[in-house]
């Protein structure tokens, strides 16, 4: 059977179309991982942006005798079910601590209701049409308006929307992530240097090294089984601390340090260790006046990433207990507290629409924090790094 | 005394012991060489020397003391632990100091303990593995023995709610009943749903990139495809829940289908686009990786590029991009705050991704989160669960390891 030229270059013709469509589905794949990504950034701004402004009132503050019995006295009527509930319940209190203001009368911002925040920007709310009227009245005043939400990044979780705020998180994420470095940094470095520097090449190496690859792969939420039967059932390290969700976190980062580590030894060229040796250096001081400073840019850049890795974690943590509610920014090591992830996962279980902001706003804190972490690692690559 | 003001105490007089001999020895090694005597390593060697003869031991004794303490109960009171370990310790200085000799190795006594304590760090992550593994199997050990495992492995019906009444003293607890088959289900379904979207866009982005792409473009897309992987999964889990979820519902709707605002694909398909990275990047590395040579011959023989690309490239770095994928499979198994929050509660055995149904991780999480005596059957039932998980990624990630060593000796490439 033979062709003649024409059905010939009609099939190539087809061959270089069908050639070309691959480049293109291929590309489009890459276009859509991408617009995953820039739908998704999207989608988390539009959300959480508005999380930083929050609904104020401004209006008189009667500190009359009554007022420091029942706190709505010191307002306006209709204002009372727009103004948030902890603004009125403090009264009372400022009023018994300070018996000299009685009497007086205050022009002041005061937090307003979440209901009311909702309804500024437009999201869906329990208001009345006559609340509603109410507001826009007073907006047209210039005594309703939306300014930048301090308590959200001054005070800690709250089941009151308005009131809820993120910095307790913040300050556990920190305590953790102390702990979960002091412990996984040096350890995993020692690991290291001990497998490509020292260890020879036999049987128990190679298990550490297989058992460090398994480590990494290993699903995270096994580490908190982990974290709780052995640090709180059989250590008795108390049950939602810092000092609990460290460790466990410490050991999921270890293998990622350890990894990135050993990296960091091997591309130090083997020149610079015949050198050491050469003018009489033992092992141990090769490594420590020469492989490791030379090695530690690409260390420490490994290190923040998985920080950064572990700072993002969430189910360890809820296994150990972090999920606490934690109203109160304290620093403890051995207290309750929360971690800006599992506060996130907090809030999104919270029914109330103000929390879905809530929510977002908390997610763009973590995510700023997260990139600025990586960034910061890539430029200490990029300012150290050497090409031998 | 309270044990932390002990611990304390202990560190305390303890860093005072070290920088006495410190200084001790340092003192004596000077006036050793000031006499004119040759000695085999520097003051400062023989200072640190006694350094750790002092500190070594006595943390030593310590640490293996209040580990004993733990295992058997107080039988032993702290404050002589304490004691014993200042002990110790005190002992080590005056060893360490009489070590301050010409004839003595200090340097090299010194390394051969920064050896150990290097080997010692090397071990932990031997413990770490040992540790997941003893504390998974003990209690799920516990758990069998309350509920039979074949019931657990081939069990239809996953209802652990009245061991709860059980464990409050109500009820016998017979009524609870742990099957796992629904879990599994559920968890293979929003695993497969994934993988159909990670490995399509996964494999296509890597040829793209390998293949295709100028080198600009490819030094961008690498590390943008990483952010992917970077964002914290309790993000996703939100993303998911929040915006991808309703978007399903309207889809399906729009079709005439009924869909569960819990449904499998929401979870499903965000799972994915997290993996992706993990499937591109380890993809791209195996198809760059196949010699050049072969490419070369193809396209001698009058293959188009994209004939070239589909069969001879992909077929030869199969087993790296199987590898990748087991990885990311093994990966969207455990992942566990997506579907905890974005898929639903309830087991629910069905082939129809837009229902609503639950996976093993959500159940471990919903086990351990709820005010439950620790030794109650559904506590425990959670270990039992991880232990399947553990066993099954394990599987998969020593089979992943397994096909990239075979590629890796086939085209001898050593970076990957």
């Given amino acids: ?53 929050q609904a104020y009132i401004n209006t008189e503050i009667r500190y009359s005798e009554e007022a420091s019995r029942d706190g709505r006295q010191a307002f306006d009527e209709d204002l009372i079910p727009l103004i948030s509930r902890t603004e009125v319940r403090v009264i009372p209190l400022q009023l018994r601590n300070n018996p000299e203001l009685i009497g007086t009368s205050e022009q002041r911002w005061m937090l307003a209701n979440s209901e009311v925040d909702q309804y500024l920007k437009g999201h869906r709310n329990r208001l009345s049409d006559q609340e509603k009227a109410e507001i826009e ?42 702990v979960t470095l002091l412990i996984a940094f040096p350890i995993g470095v020692m690991t290291a240097i001990y497998l490509e520097e020292f260890a020879p090449d036999n049987r128990f190496t190679q298990a550490i090294e297989i058992n460090i690859n398994n480590l990494a792969a290993i699903p995270s939420i096994l580490f908190g089984l982990l974290g709780l039967a052995i640090f709180i059932n059989f250590f008795g390290v108390p049950r939602s601390s810092p000092l609990a969700g460290g460790m466990t976190l410490a050991l999921m980062t270890l293998p990622v340090i350890i990894i990135s580590t050993r990296t960091a030894l091997r591309s130090v060229p083997d020149s610079i260790r015949h050198a050491a040796f050469g003018v009489g250096c033992s092992r141990w001081q090769v490594v420590r006046d020469h492989v490791l400073p030379l090695a530690m840019p690409g260390i420490m850049t490994g290190s ?85 | ?137 003990s209690e799920a050990l516990r758990f069998f023995q309350m509920h039979s495992f074949w019931e657990f492995i081939t069990g239809t019906t996953w209802n652990p709610g009245a061991s709860f009444l059980a464990s409050a003293g109500r009820g016998d607890g017979s009524g609870a009943e742990f099957g796992s088959v629904p879990l599994f289900a559920g968890t293979f379904m929003i695993t497969a749903i994934a993988m159909l979207v990670a490995v399509p866009v996964g494999l296509l982005s890597a040829i793209y990139m390998s293949e295709y792409a100028p080198a600009r473009v490819r030094t961008v897309a690498k590390p943008v495809l990483e952010v992917l992987a970077g964002i914290p999964t309790v993000v996703y889990g939100f993303f998911a829940a929040i915006t991808v979820a309703p978007i399903i519902v309207n889809i399906a709707g729009f079709f005439g289908l009924d869909a569960s605002y819990n449904n499998a694909v929401a979870p499903g398909v965000v799972m994915g686009i997290m993996i992706i990275p993990f499937i591109s990047s380890l993809s791209d590395d195996v198809i760059n990786s196949v010699p050049d040579s072969m490419r070369q011959g193809s396209l001698a023989l009058g293959m188009t590029k ?35 929050m974005a898929a639903g509660m309830r087991p629910n055995l069905t082939a129809n991704p837009l229902e609503d149904m639950t996976t093993v991780t959500v159940r471990i ?50 970076n990957l």
């Avoid at chain 1, 910095?167 to 920190?174: C, D, E, I, M, P």
């Avoid at chain 2, 399947?388 to 075979?406: E, G, Q, W, Y």
Wanted: hydrophobic fraction near 55%; glycine fraction near 8%.
């Fill in chain 1, 137 to 178: 009245e007073r907006v047209a005043a210039g005594q309703v308006d939306l300014r930048f939400n301090k308590t959200f990044f001054g005070s800690g979780d709250s089941k009151i929307a308005e009131n809820a705020g993120i910095l307790s998180a913040v300050v556990g994420t920190v305590m953790t992530m102390i």
């Fill in chain 2, 365 to 414: 999480v919903a086990a351990l989160t709820g005010d439950q005596e620790f030794e109650s059957a559904e506590t425990l039932s959670a270990f039992a669960l991880g232990l399947v998980l553990f066993a099954v990624t394990l599987t998969l990630n020593l089979v992943s390891v397994l096909m990239i060593r075979r590629f890796r000796e086939k085209y001898r490439v050593n």
């Fill in chain 2, 1 to 137: 005394m309270q044990t932390n003001q002990l611990l304390l105490l202990f560190c305390t007089v303890l860093l005072l012991l070290g920088l006495a001999a410190y200084f001790i020895g340092r003192a004596k090694a000077s006036r050793v060489r000031a006499s004119g005597a040759a000695m085999y390593a520097q003051p400062d060697q023989y200072a640190w020397f006694a350094v750790l003869s002092t500190a070594g031991p006595a943390v030593l004794v310590g640490a293996v003391g209040s580990l004993l303490l733990l295992l058997l109960g107080a039988e032993i009171p702290p404050l002589y632990l304490f004691a014993a370990s200042l002990v110790v310790a005190a002992a080590g200085l005056a060893v360490g100091v009489a070590q301050v000799k010409p004839q003595f190795h200090a340097r090299q006594a010194i390394e051969r303990v920064i050896r150990w304590i290097l080997a010692g760090a090397a071990l932990i992550s031997i413990f770490t593995t040992f540790g997941i593994l003893f504390s998974i199997i």
């Fill in chain 1, 304 to 388: 923040i990433i998985g920080l950064a890795q572990a700072m993002g974690e969430t189910a360890p943590l809820i296994i150990v207990g972090m999920v606490a509610f934690i109203p109160d920014v304290g620093a403890s090591f051995t207290n309750a507290a929360t971690v800006m992830p599992a506060q996130i996962f907090t809030w999104s279980g919270e029914p109330e629409q103000a929390f879905v902001e809530k929510t977002a706003g908390g997610i763009l804190v973590l995510l700023t924090i997260l990139i600025s972490l990586n960034a910061f690692a890539v430029v200490l690559r990029k300012k150290f790094e050497r090409r031998w």
């Fill in chain 1, 1 to 53: 059977m033979s062709h003649t030229f024409d059905e010939i270059s009609q099939q190539l013709k087809r061959r270089h179309r069908k050639s070309a469509r691959l480049k293109w589905v291929s590309m489009g794949a890459l276009g859509l991982a991408g617009l995953f990504l820039v739908l998704f950034f999207a989608d988390m701004l539009s959300k959480g942006l508005p999380a930083f402004q």
């Fill in chain 2, 306 to 340: 994209g004939e070239t690309i589909r069969d001879v490239v992909i077929p030869a770095a199969l087993p790296g991009i199987i590898s990748a994928s087991l990885l990311g499979m093994s990966r969207a198994l455990g992942e566990t705050m997506i579907v905890v």
